[in-house]
């Protein structure tokens, strides 16, 4: 049976960077999107053989920001793309293929060269429809250019996620929940709640520490989430992964791959990659030497050990769980039993169960995932 392996392909331009944002990217003004492009190609033709004979199911375009990218070079660089996969591999006849949109982007030129060019999956980046909070956080949209986006949208995407942050300085639990409801207004198939995270080296966290800005309090972070938890259960989205909800059967097959160990390929810089058994990758965040072929690749063994905590905390990140018997079959019955002693805590307070085969964390240890996952180590 031939083996599902995923695509990523690092964008690494922005329009500005956002106050809380720690992924590699550098400003728009300086992009050179042939150059971008061929190196794109040179490296997913170089590694052809980590793919080659593999079923493509998924193909992903983040960043910074894919949007940006002019849509002819855009279009050039699909067309490239499935040109080199179908001399060495196939696509799924369902391949989910995404893009990642600012909705400052959204215009009906793009909109049209994304369809033509077989995208049929667009992500979203909203975060709040609250003005003030967006301009704080350095994003350049407005909430009601956001709501006009999606709407341009829908008329040609049937597959569309949106991202939400939570815990944002001066949100309140109203706040939210206006953003909530415009949210579900729209109807989107996916929705990513992510809790604002404080990441060292952003202007954000700079700010915090200089007392510019001031960190939501946890008890009320707990009271938010619980919140947004509710509200989209009621509904119709079901919580698949610790924070991301979808309708049925509109689960992101691409980011379900990373938590369930699927092989995938990272093109461009500071991009990573997997084999989906031992071997990670890294390409160095060197915008400049991935240009001119000169970066490097950091490449790094797993010991079983590492497999074993990365089963555990990815699995436990998934509503289904950690499923034991696969557990059992890649790690041994000796490591089951510690897994299942260790758990055995979590299990009598009912912060952990086990259902159908799979160790899970329940609606009551949701909170605090990260300490139970720790404790399973």
Same mark, same amino acid.
């Given at each position: 049976m031939t083996k599902p392996i995923s695509l990523y392909f690092h964008i690494p331009y922005c329009r500005k960077k956002c106050a809380y944002c720690d992924f590699y990217s550098g400003g728009v003004r300086i992009a050179d999107w042939k150059a971008l492009n061929s190196s794109f190609i040179r490296e997913l033709k170089l590694r052809a053989v980590e793919w080659r004979d593999r079923?493509?199911? @998924?193909?992903?375009?983040?960043?910074?920001? %894919? @949007?940006?990218? %002019? %849509?002819?070079?855009? /279009?050039?660089? #699909?067309?490239?793309?499935?040109?080199?996969?179908? /001399? /060495? #591999? @196939?696509l799924s006849e369902d391949c989910e293929f995404t893009l990642e949109a600012n909705p400052e982007d959204i215009n009906d030129r793009n909109i049209n060269t994304w369809k033509r060019c077989g995208i049929n999956r667009i992500s979203l980046g909203i975060q709040t429809f609250d003005n003030a909070i967006l301009t704080r956080m350095g994003r350049t949209h407005t909430g009601e250019e956001a709501i006009s986006a999606f709407r341009s949208l829908r008329n040609f995407f049937d597959n569309i996620s949106t991202d939400l942050i939570f815990g944002l300085p001066d949100q309140t639990l109203e706040d939210l929940r206006k953003d909530l409801k415009t949210m579900l207004s729209l109807h989107p198939n996916h929705i990513s709640i992510y809790s604002l995270m404080y990441e060292p080296g952003t202007s954000l966290t700079l700010l915090r520490d200089k007392g510019k800005v001031k960190a939501a309090d946890e008890e009320m972070t707990e009271v938010m989430f619980q919140d947004i938890s509710a509200t989209l259960a009621k509904a119709g989205y079901i919580r698949y992964e610790t924070s991301n909800y979808a309708l049925p059967g509109y689960e992101s097959r691409h980011n379900s791959g990373y938590w369930t160990g699927r092989a995938y390929i990272g093109i461009g810089p500071s991009a990573h990659s997997y084999d989906g058994e031992l071997k990670r990758k890294a390409n160095s965040a060197d915008l400049k030497g991935y240009l001119l072929d000169t970066y490097n690749i950091i490449e790094e063994n797993l010991t079983q050990q590492e497999r074993i905590e990365e089963r555990i905390m990815l699995g436990l990140r998934m509503k289904k769980g950690i499923d034991l018997v696969m557990f059992q079959k890649d790690f041994g019955a000796a490591h089951?039993?510690?897994l299942l002693q260790k758990a055995e805590k979590g299990l009598r307070l009912g912060n952990l169960a086990i259902t159908d085969d799979h160790l899970r964390v329940s609606e009551k240890g949701i909170m605090i995932s990260d300490t139970l996952i720790v404790e399973l180590f």
């Open positions: 079923v493509i199911v @998924s193909i992903y375009f983040g960043g910074g920001t %894919p @949007s940006l990218m %002019p %849509p002819e070079y855009l /279009e050039n660089l #699909a067309n490239d793309i499935r040109k080199v996969i179908d /001399e /060495e #591999a @196939s089951l039993r510690k």
